[in-house]
């Protein structure tokens, strides 16, 4: 107990004044430690997304090559000359011959000795096939006057001597 108390010997005991607090300021928090800031990213600059390229100009117009069509020719009898329609020999049948598509005729001539020429027209649209027969032409009648002069059993012109190697015609 503070307040009176007796001493042993006689003395007499002072009680002790009593206390006043002071107020004291309130404690702030401890200041936090200074915190490098983050480093922050510059603004993300955002690309816009690169404009769609211009649309090549047309290009010059190609002229494509027309389509190539076969046309094979062949003939009874074989190995006749084919000519293209400006007489140019062109080759013997059988014969595979290309040439461009078209809606247009084409004509050949076919021609082997001994035979009569037969010409014919295509339309070359699309591959094709052609068979010539070539017919020979007709025998002359005995009795008719050839390339020199009387052939056959005669015709009435000569005298029918013969001197030597042939007949002598007068």
């Known amino acids: 107990m ?20 002071e107020p004291v300021a309130p404690v702030a928090p401890p200041a936090p430690e200074p915190v490098a800031p983050e480093p922050v990213a510059p603004p993300a600059v955002v690309a816009a997304a690169p404009a769609p390229p211009a649309p090549d100009p047309e290009p010059p117009a190609v002229v494509a090559a027309p389509a190539l069509v076969t046309v094979t020719i062949t003939s009874t009898p074989r190995g006749a000359q084919v000519y293209a329609a400006n007489d140019q020999l062109i080759g013997k049948t059988p014969l595979r011959y290309q040439l461009p598509q ?31 027969v070539l017919v ?33 015609l007068s």
């Open 102 to 132: 078209s809606d247009q005729p084409v004509a050949f001539r076919i021609a082997r000795k001994g035979y009569s020429d037969k010409e014919v027209e295509v339309l070359p649209a699309a591959d094709l096939v052609l068979q010539v």
């Open 136 to 168: 020979k032409p007709p025998a002359r009648p005995r009795g008719t006057v050839g390339k020199y002069g009387t052939l056959g059993h005669g015709s009435g012109t000569g005298t029918g001597k013969s001197e030597g190697r042939g007949f002598i």
């Open 2 to 21: 503070l307040g009176s108390s007796a001493c042993k010997g006689g003395a007499a005991s002072t009680t002790p004044a009593p206390v006043t607090a």
